[in-house]
């Protein structure tokens, strides 16, 4: 496993999942073994952990313990002899799942031609939609969009694959805008990962030579404002709970969308949202320092989100990714109020970059 907690804590605990997961053989046994690393994980958030270690932690694990799951499912299914590859998606594509986590996932497989493709297709379909209903029961909540591999939508050869792309960059409507939000984020999780690598260095050549797309992801990521007055005070919306703010949409998203923009726009084949940040940010016009301060900001606010997240499974306030800021302490709102203003400042950066 990538990330480890080795000289942060003990991981006593950790390694003894760990090889829980190595040796799962029954499909029948993921679902119990899930339960018992999401509640590893939970305490792990309790001890105030980074909010990127703690992300990566959380996707380290449904890694690996989706991975299990997909091979387990191969082996009780005739599947063809072509090259295949099952693809992480969105926040999981990125590495950053916290504990609310629907599938975002694909399966691109190798055909010649469309026929083949299509014939394919339908011996794929039911292995992917049986992992599909599997991850459901680890936890991973069925996407209720509709993007998962088990969709025939989303079920296609490399070849398919890439006229979508080609389609979403050249005719940029808004639901192609909105699919890029999740699809570029694709990570090749099992199987053949040259498949989903060269899908990636298509989606990078098409971006890179196309501003007038990415003009258009920068005006719809600027859609959901840094909500902060012009004071520069939490800007927060009434809830339920009081005063309320979604850190998702009004918070990590900030974040993600600019460096997602950043790197397509540079070429940059990293997913995870620091690594762009640190790689791609300075060629979008940030200085080292700017993007450590950014970087610091996203980091808080993954951490407010999973610390909201298990105090909702605790019964203490509703679940989701609304925060009622009454909940917070003083330090944490003082926190919260200085990372979103590195979130203005990279909506400013897009601003500036696009003519927005």
Known sequence: MPWSLEGVLPCRKQLALERELNALAAIEDAAPLAARIDGFLRDLATRDLGGRLLTRLVSAFNDRLSGRVIELTACRHRLPAVPWCWLALGSEGRHEQTFISDQDNGLIFSATDRHEADALRQLFLPFAQEVNRHLDECGFALCSGGIMAGNPAWCLSLDEWKQKFIEWVRRPEPAALLNASIFFDLRPLYGESDLGDALRQLMLSLTRDNPAFLHLMAANA???????????????????????????KFGSRIFVDAARIFAL???????????????????????????????????????????????AAGGDVAAGHRV??????????????????????????????YGL
């Open 222 to 248: 600027l859609q959901a404002p840094a909500p902060l007055n012009y004071r520069g005070e939490l800007a927060a919306e009434a809830g339920a709970a009081g005063s309320e703010l979604d850190l998702k």
């Open 265 to 311: 726009a540079s070429g940059v084949p990293a997913v995870n949202t620091s690594e762009r940040l640190s790689v791609a940010g300075r060629a979008a016009g940030l200085q080292d320092h700017e993007i450590s301060a950014i970087d610091a900001g996203f980091a808080h606010v993954l951490r407010l989100r999973l610390a909201h997240q298990v105090a």
């Open 324 to 353: 009622p800021l009454a909940g917070l302490n003083e330090l944490d709102h003082v926190i919260l109020k200085e990372s979103l203003k590195q979130a203005r400042r990279l909506q400013q950066r897009l601003k500036l970059n």
